[in-house]
């Protein structure tokens, strides 16, 4: 089985794809201490849980946070006898080249979540990845990225909105039931949720203006249900896009020898 593993600022993410099917999908804080012994605990607990026997055999790694891969690295040597693809590494394959300027890397979640779209949604496309930061993917016809939009982030907007000014609170976002709050919460909700939706429509509007050709845009990511009711934001929704696009980039290298 196929250990695929999705390490992003927040959040990192274990799925296990068995050739068929993924069978289960498994989150955790990221934690650069967290060592690889930790990790195979946590893990293969839950796989107990869930009665998944702990057959893993290959180890795919997309990392946004370069100090957590050294343990993720160690996790799938030790435990798994594998040596992982990490994306973004010269090692490991792409189906389609970035082109982008020369000397700039690309963030090894948009490569993957690029390889997913592409296998799935053809080109021509705009993945909107609603994480730490809120990342604008464009995906060519041949399924290249081609470069995007990098805007902060929906809590991160929200927790600097209440760290730097002292009588905001806290507040979740969800979608107000009123553009005109009557009261400090509904209006920093509002204003989370309605700067989001006109962010999201412009940015993919100017995107679309500049590509001069249709295309559909894609959403990702745990809040991008959120922003897509009541409003006609996406094309689809696809809330393991960046798992789905791991299992493409591990197939791919398979099927080149590569691994």
Known sequence: MLLAIDCGNT???????????????LRTATDHQRTADQYFVWLSALLNHHKIPLDIHAVIISSTVPR???????LADRYFNSRPLVVGKPECLL???????????????RLVNT?????????????????????????AEDGAYVGG???PGVNLSLQALHE?????PHVDVTKPQKVIGTNTVACMQS?????????????????TGEYDRPMKIIATGGLAPLFGQGDTLFDA???????????????????????
């Open 11 to 25: 959040n990192t993410v274990f799925s296990i794809w068995d050739g068929e099917q993924f069978l289960c999908t």
């Open 68 to 74: 957590v891969v050294f343990n993720l690295r160690v």
């Open 95 to 109: 189906p389609c080249q970035p082109r982008v300027d020369e000397g700039t890397q690309v963030g090894p979640d």
């Open 115 to 139: 390889a997913g779209a592409f296998d799935k949604y053809g080109g021509d496309l705009i993945v909107v990845d609603f994480g730490t930061a809120t990342t604008f993917d464009v995906v």
């Open 149 to 151: 939009v990098i805007a």
């Open 164 to 168: 730097m000014a002292a009588a905001l």
């Open 191 to 207: 204003g989370v949720f309605w700067g989001y939706v006109g962010l999201v429509r412009g940015i993919c509007d100017r995107i």
């Open 237 to 259: 929704f696809d809330e393991f896009l960046t798992i789905h696009g791991l299992r493409i980039i591990h197939e791919y290298n398979k099927d080149q020898g590569n691994i």
